[in-house]
């Protein structure tokens, strides 16, 4: 089973950045769709980004388009969340995961294997 580990996360002012990552270990596979969703305080989960298997495509939140971008690194079992001028509203725990055989969907109910979260906390 894959599993995923997140870092990254932390203390920043409202518009700095912060760069997310999680590195896959266990059994890995280059065919994994990978996505990054948070939970903010009281809230339920929600899609952020997510990025197909080989790169070619990414999708995002309308809420962090043109402040955050998707990458992946298969060569390092790697995907990275870079996030830019960053707002209060992001302050979440967020949340990496994993879909086999798939597109990169934005529902959580799509991706079997997940993180345990890193905390990014945005302040003014």
């Known amino acids: 089973q894959v599993q995923l580990v997140e870092s990254g996360g932390g203390l920043v002012q409202a518009g700095g950045s912060l760069r997310l990552s999680c590195a896959a270990s266990?059994?890995?596979?280059?065919?994994?769709?990978m996505g990054w969703f948070r939970q903010p305080p009281g809230k339920e989960r929600e899609f952020v980004s997510a990025?197909?298997?080989?790169?070619?495509?990414?999708t995002y939140a309308d809420s962090v388009k043109g402040r955050f971008t998707i990458s992946r690194d298969n060569a390092k079992n790697t995907v990275y969340l870079q996030m830019n001028s960053l707002k209060l509203e992001d302050t979440a725990v967020y949340y990496c995961?994993?879909?086999?055989?798939?597109?990169?969907?934005?529902?959580?109910?799509?991706?079997?294997?997940w993180g345990q979260g890193t905390q990014v906390t945005v302040s003014s």
């Open positions: 995961a994993a879909r086999m055989w798939g597109w990169a969907s934005q529902l959580t109910s799509d991706y079997a294997h």
């Open positions: 990025v197909s298997w080989r790169g070619g495509s990414t």
């Open positions: 266990g059994r890995t596979a280059s065919s994994y769709a």
